[in-house]
């Protein structure tokens, strides 16, 4: 049974949240051709069921959040400010990827960005995939290509 | 027989089990070529007939709810290009977690595209000639509105 925490953002706003339980055939099979299809990533950890990449962005790997508007309320409540320009993203810095609305379909957190070409190399979780050391773009398709950087000023 | 052909099915389970929110799973599907042929191409009555034949398996796989969701969302493009109303979500679709958010959102961002034709009043315009040189042109109280020359 899916169970939820208490979360909170820094101003004390609850965070809707549920942890998962299970890991299916199907994702485990999946996750098998995840070193084929993404050669250039490095997959760090197995798979886990409990958290998903805003659980791992925003909730230190304890849960789930599904909520799109949440995010928002998070990256406004703990004091996120967006890095416009990519090459003044720094490690630690989050992104977070978008579709063509705007909603907030994918997130991770910023491992490096080496110049020249200063194209951040991120830690993010794929579902209940496993956490998973990655250039920016090299992604799942559902994710999209427009993305925002954010830093933590609290 | 499926509306989708198995490598589609495998490729909507794939997105589906990464996808992190409804809403994203919803806008990908809503740009995946299957979805957009079948909502284009489609009856709705089979559409309906597939939707609920995966959602009353008795065990359902990544596969049988990726294409759940894909037909749900199919159906919900088809009625916002038709009618532009999609009216109640289809029957069973609360089995599937993120089946009435995505179906409301999608409800919410539809927007009727009936037209209606509004015959406006044309303005009067009165003008005149002065030597052949600029041309005023006056509105009906009197004033100028354009000058040439």
Not at chain 2, 94 to 109: F, K, N, V
Request: aromatic share 8%; proline share 6%.
């Amino acid at each position: 049974m899916p169970t939820s925490i208490a979360l909170q953002t820094a101003l004390g706003t609850d965070i809707e949240n549920e942890q998962g339980t299970e890991i299916s055939a199907f994702e485990r099979n999946w996750s098998v051709r995840l070193a084929q299809d993404h050669p250039n990533a490095k997959f760090r950890t197995g798979l886990s069921p409990t958290y998903n990449c805003h659980g791992l962005t925003f909730a230190s790997r304890r849960t789930r959040i599904w909520d799109v508007s949440l995010i928002q309320l998070i990256l406004r409540e703990d004091l996120f400010e967006e890095i416009k320009e990519q090459h003044h993203v720094l490690p630690g810095d989050i992104v977070i990827y978008r579709d063509y609305n705007g909603d907030a379909t994918h997130s991770g957190i910023v491992a490096d960005n080496v110049g020249p070409l200063f194209i951040p190399r991120v830690v993010s979780k794929w579902g209940s995939g496993p956490e998973t050391f990655h250039a920016l773009h090299d992604v799942p398709p559902v994710y999209g290509a427009n993305h925002q950087f954010f830093r933590c000023r609290a | 027989m499926s509306l989708f052909s198995d490598v589609d099915r495998e490729d909507l389970a794939k997105a589906a089990v990464v996808a992190n929110t409804p809403s994203s799973l919803s806008s990908w599907l809503q740009r995946h070529p299957a979805v957009r042929g079948i909502a284009a191409t489609a009856m709705e009555t089979d559409i309906l007939a597939e939707l609920a034949e995966q959602l009353q398996q008795q065990r359902h796989t990544e596969v049988s709810i990726a294409v759940s969701y894909a037909l749900l969302v199919a159906l919900g493009m088809q009625r916002r290009a038709g009618s532009g109303l999609l009216g109640e979500p289809p029957q069973g679709v609360e089995r599937l977690t993120w089946g009435p958010s995505i179906w409301d959102a999608m409800r919410a961002a539809a927007v009727p595209t009936s037209t209606g034709v509004i015959k406006a009043d044309v303005p009067r315009i009165a003008s005149y000639s002065d030597f052949g040189a600029a041309t005023p042109i006056f509105g009906p109280d009197g004033h100028p509105i354009v000058r040439r020359g």
